[in-house]
């Protein structure tokens, strides 16, 4: 792209820009957007973000994302705290949260182990899982984790951490995606689904 | 989406979202990868934003975005000032001036003439276009129009609000899109495509 004639605006698009999956057109929209509206909004807009970044603080129970020292979740007594699910992220949470079908606790990792990341057990919340497992002894743990080499390997790693444990520990079941077609599942989804069969319900 | 779990966080999901083409989804994608970032950094884009909205302003000749009093291209004795291309918007200058096959000045509407929209003439740069069009009296007048109703419809009031003008009056070329399959075309195009046909040069 060529020069911008503005280096104020140069510079929100070079920020913009940075954010993932925004691309420098798609910045240069968003700026031009911005700059349509009133000076008051745009103040609200960025004290939005710092205000974010000044505000959020983690729970010291599941670190999930919180105004308070503990989240909602965790304070919920209606919830079950004898099942933790620990998810690589806030965004899983939110997921599974969004499905109605949990009534348990989180435990948020973080991230999953990486090594091409750099990203190793010591990065993550699995420390803090371990000492919470012995402390709390809920009776499931479910590994959440993405069906990905790092989040497999994270699962071990963890699974192997925790031993041993009188916890049963679970992993979300893998298979063919709702609406999928059969023949255009990989052969590890369908040799997985296979291997996983359960009795038919209606 | 279910509720999140911090009205921080939140704010700024909401702000982020407010942009053009970015969902909820994509808005807490955004403010989560924020919020893993420094304090400095965070605050190094919000400055941009509002610093974007304090800085730029724009070409008194043009209206282009600038951060002088006029533009880069109006204050640029190189460029031809006896053309000028009529644009819609500053992403339009930015594409123009990408394709390098451009060396006139611009005047930029601020938009086109949309009465869902209600947007009329007196919203939209026509009368200085006029003004300026009266006093530099340029050889040749480029109507840059999206091939839209409400860009045809501004096209054509502005041909008339010119009127009488000793300069030609132009319009950007309308055809098949370079590596497009002519059957693919609409109609409209492709009939137009055939009416403007021109001599074969190699």
Redesign the interface.
């Known amino acids: ?9 140069e ?2 698009v ?3 820009s ?5 691309g420098r057109k ?1 910045a ?8 349509r509206r009133d ?1 008051k909004e ?16 983690y ?1 010291h129970v599941c670190h ?4 308070q020292d503990t ?3 965790c304070a919920n007594p209606a919830r079950d705290h004898t099942t933790v699910c620990v998810v690589e ?3 899983d ?2 997921a599974i ?2 499905t109605n079908q949990y009534r348990g606790v989180y435990h948020v990792l973080g991230g999953v182990i990486s090594p091409i990341d750099a990203v190793g057990p010591q990065d993550l919340e699995i420390q803090s899982l371990v000492e919470r497992v012995a402390a709390e002894v809920p009776q499931e743990i479910i590994l959440a984790l993405s069906p990905t080499m790092e989040g497999d390997t994270t699962a071990y790693y963890i699974y192997r951490k925790l031993q041993p444990t009188p916890a049963r520990i679970t992993t979300i079941a893998r298979g063919i995606a709702q609406n999928d077609q059969l023949h255009y599942a990989d052969e590890l989804t369908l040799g997985r689904s296979i291997l996983d069969r359960h009795p038919f319900t209606i």
């Open positions: 792209m060529t020069d911008i004639p503005s280096q104020h605006l510079r929100a070079r920020e913009l940075r954010l993932p999956g925004i798609t240069m929209r968003l700026a031009l957007h911005l700059l000076r745009i103040q609200a807009f960025a004290d939005s973000i710092v205000g974010m970044a000044d505000g959020v603080r729970c999930n994302i919180s105004d989240c909602p979740i992220t806030v965004e949470v939110i949260e969004a």
